[in-house]
């Protein structure tokens, strides 16, 4: 048992009520308590004592885990979707909320609300909850937290039904680049739902997606040539001189001797990674190919701008390899 002498914070664990543990470890309801063999004093006792925390009526959580939340971001939205899952008859985190909590990589950097799948409209919806009604069959829900939430596949597939096809693809990448899901899970997934609207934009986004995608920057910087009818560029392509491979490009294009570098806000604050990148880029140089930078801002701002300067790079490789 966690005590305060041993430091750090307390052990999360949210989920329903352990029939091993004496008091409940997660976010429950009354009727949960009272299963436990809790009547209303007993409740009352808890909640005076301080062992308890009244999260809404008839929703409560132990006090350690409410502590242990504060000042986390991400432990706050579980809590908060606890407490709402702890209200419905069955019910999953769902879109953003699960693709925080899976980790996936999202336009946003944080869900605005909670997001919550249910299988039955309950009329329960309220501000800052978002409350969608569609199937949840068990292999679409997983647990993180020990919350329950749509699977990785079902949450990348249910964003891709809505998100623009750049946010969705994004996802989609993140999802396959951390092992989460994989080709085959996404497409039965996609089979799972496919009567659902949306689903010819999930299944496009599918198509598309590839774990190699180091970044939600590459994965928007492949929609971009998408969009704009540039070649489709090679993901993580190595680049070879005398020596051998030294570097593996973000985009590629080897026939037309370009490739691209999508550089991170904070990819260059340290002087050091800034004098070796310069190093690694006049390498790339001398091996024969044109470089095209390419930050957030040019990517999603100044796209026709961004394209154009990949075209000229384009050409001017044709220009020096055929000179």
Not at 62 to 70: K, S, Y
Not at 188 to 215: K, M, Q, Y
Not at 280 to 285: F, G, P, V, Y
Request: glycine share 8%; net charge positive.
């Amino acid at each position: 048992m966690w005590t305060a002498a041993q430091g750090g914070r307390p052990p999360v664990i949210l989920g329903s009520v352990s029939q091993e543990l004496p008091r409940p470890r997660g976010v429950f309801a009354r009727r949960d308590a009272v299963r436990r063999g809790y009547d209303d004093a007993a409740i009352r006792r808890e909640l005076r004592s301080g062992r308890w925390v009244r999260l809404r009526h008839g929703i409560y959580a132990p006090a350690l885990l409410v502590e242990a939340a504060a000042g986390d971001e991400r432990l706050m939205h579980a809590l908060a979707v606890a407490e709402l899952c702890a209200r419905r008859w069955k019910a999953a985190a769902s879109h953003s909320s699960a693709a925080w909590l899976h980790g996936l990589a999202t336009r946003a950097p944080r869900p605005a609300g909670v997001l919550l799948t249910v299988d039955r409209d309950t009329n329960q919806h309220r501000q800052g909850v978002d409350v969608r009604v569609a199937a949840l069959p068990p292999h679409h829900v997983d647990r993180v937290l020990g919350l329950p939430t749509t699977s990785p596949a079902r949450t990348v597939v249910d964003l891709a039904r809505e998100l623009p096809f750049g946010d969705a693809v994004t996802v989609a990448d993140s999802a396959l680049r951390l092992g989460s899901v994989d080709d085959d899970g996404l497409r039965r997934v996609l089979g799972d739902c496919r009567r659902w609207p949306g689903i010819e934009s999930a299944a496009a986004t599918v198509d598309f997606a590839d774990a190699r995608a180091e970044s939600a920057l590459e994965s928007l910087g492949r929609v971009l040539c998408r969009d704009h009818d540039l070649p489709r560029p090679q993901l993580q392509m190595p680049i070879v001189d005398d020596q051998g491979v030294f570097a593996f490009a973000d985009l590629g294009w080897p026939d037309l001797w370009t490739v691209g570098e999508c550089d991170g806000l904070l990819k260059y604050s340290d002087a050091g990674v800034l004098r070796r990148e310069k190093l690694r880029q006049e390498r790339i140089e001398r091996a024969g190919y044109e470089v095209v930078r390419m930050t957030w801002h040019q990517v999603t701002r100044e796209p026709e701008r961004t394209v154009a300067r990949i075209r000229d790079a384009f050409a001017r490789a044709r220009r020096r390899r055929s000179a």
